[in-house]
């Protein structure tokens, strides 16, 4: 992984990446909007939520709407373009408290501080525990030497997903001009560029997983967290100063988490809210895209902030340059919010609830099986449509919040 093969390839590639980190805290936060949650009584909080929001994020419809307000605080929340933006925002003050990619919370810090320690941003907790990606290609394709010089959509140069691909394509033998990570865009354009075969894969997110795979034209042939099972995707971060001044609030926002997480635990409550919230999405493909979450552990019901996780993804960044030196995480990472949470919340031990009348599709998850349940949570198995035709989005793919 940090070959100097590798090197060369993903140096380009984190060029954009290079750029925020060095203007991070001069530029304005763009395309903010505002969704006022509050209750007359509690204690606000302006929360900064990276990227406009799809089904990925219903827990997080819960986490601000409900269990914020069981714990005493309004979250009202702004939605920037994604990750950076947010990052930018809580530099600027604009916000409180913030959500979004590790490796955007990184760049903050390491544009602000400086190694000696003095990292303004402090990680408290996980908001998706664990990287959803997967790179989903057309059921002819079944091994990495028929991708090569073929075109892979990814975000873009910097992003989570071109970084992935680099490292897919390379861990599997693919060098220089064979491998070609394109810069598409978000997640539904992603999706398009697959289905108008203008690529041969896709760093695809797990509802333009299972839309794909609905069509049954096209499967997972690797999936990120089997890949790196150790590197985090959003967290949720503030000041040292915010958190110095209101470490009530803070874990207070870590035990409205921590309920979110354990609600989202239900495929019946899940897809009913998801329905709520974005009403007309096909309940076949969400629930899916649930089981999907639930395998690879999206939703972590007890947390999941760990130090040793959060070494092994600098690392990660490191030797893939996207951050240009090491971040010692007792320097940046505070695991006592969560403790204090658990304290007051207790350990959750209930597991996925399946609701076996929601429609779903048995797609095989590499590292995780297939999406169906069985007595003991998810098995090993064959892909197999268990519906009548193809399964598309409705009012076509849906615009991934992710930027990075």
Known sequence: MGSLVLAIIIIIGVAAGGLYALSVGTLAPTNATTTTTGLAG???????????????????????QNFAHHVGLNLNVQY??????????????????????FQSTLLADQSEGNASGSYPFLIFSNYEAVNDYAL???????????????????????????LFCNL????????????????????GSRYRALIAGQ?????????QVVSAVATGHYHILASIPQQFPQIMFSVLYTSRAYATAHS???????????????????????????????????????????????????WQPNGGLTVSNVDASVNFLLNGRAISSYLNPKYFVDVSYLQSALADQGTYTAGPIYDSSIPTIN?????????????????????????????LLSGGARRSRRKN
């Open 136 to 162: 989903v290609v057309p059921n002819s394709i079944t091994n990495y030497s028929q991708l090569a010089g073929k075109a892979i959509a990814t975000s873009g140069p910097g992003s989570s997903s071109n």
């Open 42 to 64: 509690y204690q606000n909080v302006t929360f900064g939520f990276a990227g406009p929001p799809d089904v990925t994020d219903t827990p997080g419809f819960m986490l601000w």
């Open 199 to 207: 690529v041969v894969g896709d760093i695809a997110e797990p509802y």
């Open 248 to 298: 009530d609030v803070i874990t207070k926002i870590t035990e409205a988490t921590l309920l979110a997480d354990r609600w989202a635990q239900n495929e019946t409550a899940w897809v009913a809210k998801e329905q709520e919230e974005f009403p007309g999405t096909n309940v076949t493909i969400a629930a899916t895209a649930w089981k999907i979450w639930v395998a690879m552990g999206l």
């Open 168 to 187: 897919l394509l390379s861990e599997h033998g693919l060098t220089g001009s064979q491998i070609n990570c394109a810069p598409i865009g978000g997640g």
């Open 80 to 101: 920037f373009e994604g990750d950076s933006t947010v990052a930018e925002a809580l530099v600027s003050g604009s916000v409180q408290v913030a959500e979004g990619g």
């Open 363 to 391: 797609v095989v998850i590499p590292g995780f099986g297939t999406s169906g349940p069985t007595s003991s949570g998810l098995t090993s198995g064959m892909m197999i449509a268990t519906i009548a035709g193809p399964v």
